[in-house]
Antibody
C-alpha cells in the first residue's frame, strides 16, 4: 500500500524559495505518477503540476511556469517540489498526490504548510 | 483550461438525509471526473473516479453519475462522518482543474 510522507512546515520571506519533499513507501517512485496540489487558507484545491505518463514528461500549470520545479530522487523514492520567488499569495498547504491508472488522485500526502511572511 | 463549477457551495442537512451535489464542466469530459471528500485539517480523500466508480473502501451510500458536462455526487443517507467539503475534479486533460467545493454542514 502506497504511503506519502511530506516534510514539515516552512516559514519563508517574500522572494525566497521553498523545497517540499514527499517520501514514498510501499511502492517505488518510478511506478507512480506524482503530482502537487496546493490549498490556500480557506480556499479550494489548485493543481500545480505533475508527471504525465502518456508523454513521459513533467508538466506544470501555466500559472506556475518558470517558478516551480518538480523533481524526483529515485534512489530514495522521494519527490520534491520547489517554488521560487515566493509571495504572500503562496501561503498554502502543499500536497503531493499520486495519479492512478484511472487518472484520479488516489493517494495523498499529509500536506506541508508553507507560510510566506516578512 | 476546463472550468469546473459546483453547486451548491454549501448545503445544510440532517443525519439520514439524501444529499446531491452537482458539478458542471465548461466542455465535455466524457466520464473523466473524480469526487473527493475533505475534512478540516486533512488531505482530500478520493471517493469516486471515472464519474461513477466507487473507490475501494468507500461506503456504498456514496454514488456518482453523469457524463459529458454534467455530473452528480449523491450521498443516499447522510452519516455524522460525512460532514465535510466535497470537490469534483476533471481528469480529461491537463491542467487538471477542481470545482470550488461544496460544504456539507449540519442542519
Amino acid at each position: 500500500q502506497v504511503q506519502l510522507v511530506q516534510s514539515g512546515a516552512e516559514v519563508k520571506k517574500p522572494g525566497a524559495s521553498v523545497k517540499v519533499s514527499c517520501k514514498v513507501s510501499g511502492y517505488t517512485l518510478t511506478e507512480l505518477s506524482m503530482h502537487w496540489v496546493r490549498q490556500a487558507p480557506g480556499k479550494g484545491l489548485e493543481w500545480m503540476g505533475g508527471f504525465d505518463p502518456e508523454d513521459g514528461e513533467t508538466i506544470y500549470a501555466q500559472k506556475f511556469q518558470g517558478r516551480v520545479t518538480m523533481t524526483e530522487d529515485t534512489s530514495t523514492d522521494t519527490a520534491y517540489m520547489e517554488l521560487s520567488s515566493l509571495r504572500s499569495e503562496d501561503t498554502a498547504v502543499y500536497y503531493c498526490a499520486t495519479m492512478s491508472g484511472t487518472d484520479a488522485f488516489d493517494i495523498w500526502g499529509q500536506g506541508t504548510m508553507v507560510t510566506v511572511s516578512s | 483550461d476546463i472550468q469546473m463549477t459546483q453547486s451548491p457551495s454549501s448545503v445544510s442537512a440532517s443525519v439520514g438525509d439524501r444529499v446531491t451535489i452537482t458539478c458542471r464542466a465548461s466542455q465535455g469530459i466524457s466520464s473523466w471526473l473524480a469526487w473527493y471528500q475533505q475534512k478540516p485539517g486533512k488531505a482530500p480523500k478520493l471517493l469516486i473516479y471515472a464519474a461513477s466508480s466507487l473507490q475501494s473502501g468507500v461506503p456504498s451510500r456514496f454514488s456518482g453519475s453523469g457524463s459529458g458536462t454534467d455530473f452528480t455526487l449523491t450521498i443516499s443517507s447522510l452519516q455524522p462522518e460525512d460532514f465535510a467539503t466535497y470537490y469534483c475534479q476533471q481528469a480529461n486533460s491537463f491542467p487538471r482543474t477542481f470545482g470550488g467545493g461544496t460544504k456539507v454542514e449540519i442542519k
